[in-house]
């Protein structure tokens, strides 16, 4: 199984921050519930970028990505975000920190794909990465119910 949307429409107030509202990624049997800063970008935006990325992997494409946390790009030190790659018939996730305080280029929040990692299971040091495997049929499958939402995902 495969999910991402919002868990619930309240917003909580961060101090730190501004508003927060509470997210949900479903890969098999694993789930995680994640924070999405409501600041920079709305829900709209967040659920228009997941129906994106996963029209891309689902498509030509052999990667992509779903942004949980996006900031604004020039206040901030990076952006949290699933890197996802197609290969044969699963898609392999790979949570990860887009590090922008790192480029040297100015970030292009316009061609986020450009920035997305060639797929690697092991880090530089030897150390397997976390990753979770979904069959492609399992994320077509929850495309194909929200591929023609114009409204914030829930789950």
């Not at 919002?6 to 789930?31: A, H, P």
């Not at 992997?57 to 020039?74: E, V």
């Not at 040297?104 to 880090?123: A, C, L, R, S």
């Not at 979770?132 to 499958?141: L, M, Q």
Request: net charge negative.
């Amino acid at each position: 199984m495969f999910r991402i949307g919002f868990i619930n429409k309240e917003l909580s107030v961060d101090k730190k921050r501004s508003n927060i509202c509470y997210g949900k990624i479903i890969l098999g049997n694993f789930f995680e519930n994640f924070i999405v800063d409501l600041f920079y970008w709305d829900r709209l935006k967040y659920s228009n970028q997941w129906k994106e990325g996963l029209k891309r992997i689902l498509g030509k494409f052999n990667k992509s990505c779903l942004l949980t946390s996006m900031y604004q790009p020039d206040k901030v030190n990076f952006i949290k975000w699933w890197e996802i790659h197609k290969i044969n018939t699963n898609i392999h996730f790979h949570e990860t920190i887009l590090p922008i305080f790192e480029m040297k280029e100015i970030f292009d929040e316009i061609n986020i794909y450009k920035y997305i990692n060639d797929y690697k299971n092991i880090t530089d040091d030897g150390e397997a990465i976390s990753e979770w495997i979904i069959p492609i049929k399992e994320v077509e499958v929850f495309y194909s119910e929200i591929k023609t939402i114009d409204d914030v995902i829930y789950i």
